[in-house]
């Protein structure tokens, strides 16, 4: 006899529908599993088998196949076991086919019967929401994480006898309810941007960075508050909305880690990776998993001491930096992750951390400095929007009355340029200015003809390349929406060129703007 069941799978983030056909024909007692299944689903056969009988039902005898469709997709991970059992019991004549091939059913079976929770629910639940009239079988504690889909019927079930009686036409389980969205918010863990003393470009720059989506370098001494400046960046981000908020959950579903405190209250993801992170590590693959640049989509990934990570590793992010995306070639089929994230990174200038500062001596080398700063490649580098040099903060800054501005002030400015960049890309794929190309670069960047001026002026002397151009631009754009300006003006052109990283001989021209900016409070 013949029966189908659907079932799911992920691969990359994408949740799949996967065909589950059972034929039972007479013959020498054979159970195979065909369809590129890995080791997981090849090893259901044993855990599918072991918890019918414990179940207390017949298991068929004969020569039984389980065809996983379509074939050319890799299946992976235990989530086709409960599937796989009912079609074989559809197929044996012990549940109604009818009732069975209206199911997609989700989750791991262990050898009691039991159905236990997989990865990856809520991206199969969004592949069977576009299936109308189909009924969504999974574990009870994937429930609330399948009711986060509008528009699909989700039934929960705790043993496989559980969802036989039901299918017979016993009592059907708890209807679960559509599970309601957290309302997403800015983080509020106790930290603050007005709790770091000093650094006014820096905070500037974060500002910058938040309102724009712009990736961000901050260089300096051991001490100066790289590290607490990357960590405050997103109590000024905007809340997630509910589109995004879903897209993280997702991943976090596939990497299992659905339950962490900050995706529960619907924040913004933060990745702080060690710098002995490995290539597979940052941009996800190892076994179909996403990386640290996938975790922190829609959020920040903070790489500290970028100097450290491998050169390998560091020019792998080139990728996901341009297009927001990492695209892994594996057979039959690619896999993507997205990687819609703001870099963030610090970094020493020398290996004993005091290149070019006045209050303590480098001892390093010169030819081990000019190394250890070439292990940031130049195209890697012009892919960062902003360059901040920071210097350790005078005793008077540490300990006299502050007047930085609070999380919550800049978060204020922030939203208000980004409601005006909603405005500007509504029918757009983008949603930042970080994310424009050439062609809306030269679309919405209208400049001012002295800013114009000065920002040609600006390439012939310090040699800017054509994506630095562009960048600068794009930050020249998001400082105009700060100040509420349709056009990008000289000051913002300035500020902008302030935050390059140029040739060595204009060094002393941007310290001197460094200064007037930081005294000024930036360019309004």
């Known amino acids: 006899m013949f029966a189908r069941v659907r079932s799911g799978t992920v691969y990359g983030v994408d949740g799949h529908l996967v065909q589950v056909e059972v034929d039972i024909s007479p013959g020498l007692p054979l159970f195979e599993i065909v369809g590129l299944p890995d080791t997981a689903v090849r090893e259901s056969r044993d855990r599918v088998r072991t918890a019918i ?13 389980v065809n996983l469709a379509p074939a050319d997709l890799p299946k992976a991970g235990p989530a086709c076991d409960l599937a796989i059992a009912l079609g074989i019991l559809a197929a044996s004549g012990q549940l109604p086919q009818a009732r069975v091939a209206a199911l997609c059913a989700v989750g791991e079976l262990s050898l009691d019967g039991q159905v236990r929770g997989v990865p990856g629910v809520l991206s199969i639940a969004l592949a069977a929401a576009d299936n109308p009239g189909l009924q969504l079988v999974v574990p009870a504690g994937s429930a609330g994480e399948a009711g986060l889909v509008p528009g699909i019927r989700v039934v929960a079930v705790r043993t496989l006898q559980e969802a036989v009686d039901w299918l017979r036409g016993g009592r059907e389980p708890a209807p679960v309810p559509a599970a309601e969205l957290p309302v997403p918010a800015a983080a509020d863990d106790g930290e603050d ?4 003393r000093g650094q006014a470009m820096a905070k500037r720059a974060l500002e910058v960075a938040a309102a724009g989506g712009h990736n961000l ?6 001490g100066v508050g790289k590290t607490m400046l990357a960590r405050r960046l997103v109590t000024i981000l905007p809340p997630l909305d509910q589109r995004e908020y879903l897209d993280v959950c997702r991943i976090y579903s596939i990497a299992g880690m659905l339950t962490a405190d900050p995706v529960r209250r619907g924040r913004r993801p933060f990745r702080a990776p060690h710098h002995s992170a490995t290539r597979a590590g940052l941009l996800g693959g190892a076994r179909g998993t996403p990386g640290e640049v996938s975790l922190a989509d829609h959020g920040v990934l903070f790489l500290d001491e970028i100097h450290e990570f491998s050169r390998s590793v560091l020019e792998a992010l080139r990728q996901p930096l341009e297009d927001g995306v990492v695209v892994l070639a594996r057979l039959p089929r690619p896999l993507r992750f997205p990687a819609r994230f703001t870099l963030v990174a610090a970094a020493n200038p020398c290996p004993c951390g005091y290149y070019g500062d006045t209050r303590r001596e480098c001892r390093c080398p010169p030819h081990l400095v000019t190394g250890y700063q ?13 360059h901040v040099e920071l210097a350790a903060p005078s005793w008077k800054e540490l300990t006299g009355p502050t007047a930085s501005p609070t999380s919550a002030e800049v978060r204020d400015r922030v939203l208000a340029a980004r409601e005006i960049q909603a405005r500007r890309f509504q029918d757009l794929p983008v949603r930042t200015n970080a994310r424009m190309d050439a062609g809306l670069v030269q679309r919405f960047c209208r400049l001012e003809p002295a800013a114009e001026t000065l920002l040609g002026m600006a390439v012939e002397r ?51 703007h460094n200064h007037s900016v930081t005294a000024g409070g930036g360019v309004r």
Not at 193 to 196: M, T, Y
Not at 217 to 222: D, E, R, S
Not at 478 to 489: E, F, N, P, V
């Open 217 to 222: 370098l901050m260089m300096g001494p051991p």
């Open 374 to 386: 070439r292990r940031l490649s130049g195209p890697l580098a012009d892919r960062i929007d902003l």
């Open 462 to 512: 310090w040699r800017l390349s054509a994506r630095a151009v562009v960048r600068t631009l794009k930050v020249a754009r998001t400082l105009a929406d700060l100040a509420g300006s349709d056009l990008i003006r000289p000051a913002h052109v300035q500020e902008a060129l302030a935050f390059r990283p140029t040739a060595p001989e204009a060094s002393a021209e941007r310290t001197a």
């Open 193 to 196: 941007l007005a709790d770091v």
């Open 53 to 65: 009988r414990n179940s207390g039902l017949p298991f068929p005898t004969g020569r039984l196949v």
